[in-house]
């Protein structure tokens, strides 16, 4: 099945883009895809075999999903890979540029929604945190 690529510049330094992807205290804050939806909770085990999850819920009450999955490979600063509970991969590259940084995000699609829908709601989390990354 055909992959999605979806990608940002952060002005912001690697290692605060980083901690930011990567920390719980961090996620909870940008890790949704429109201002109806949050993050109340998630884990982070951020290693090679170490497991992750975000809980995402409509800010209702009315549904919410586990998004979860185990690292498949970590190189602080670079590359982060991993499968999600459903099987599907995802890889994001990690490139520094000078004082921005760019994050490409690579992910295998899922077949109950449609293709361009699934790219605009990843987009949207990534410019979440884009956001919150440049606001702190």
Known sequence: MEKITI?????APIEKVW??????EH??????ATDE?????????LRKGGTFTSRMEAKDGSMGFDFSGVYLDVV???LIAYDLD???NVKLNFVKEGNKTIIEEIFQPE?????????????????NFKKYVESN
Do not use: F
Not at 19 to 24: A, D, H
Not at 37 to 45: R, T
């Open 7 to 11: 990608k940002t510049t952060i002005n």
């Open 19 to 24: 901690v930011y992807w990567t920390e719980p």
């Open 27 to 32: 996620i909870t804050n940008w890790n949704a």
């Open 37 to 45: 939806w949050h993050c109340p909770s998630a884990n982070n085990d």
């Open 76 to 78: 602080q600063g670079e």
């Open 86 to 88: 459903d099987g599907r």
């Open 111 to 127: 077949s109950s929604n449609p293709l361009e829908m699934q790219r605009a709601g990843w987009q949207a989390i990534l410019d």
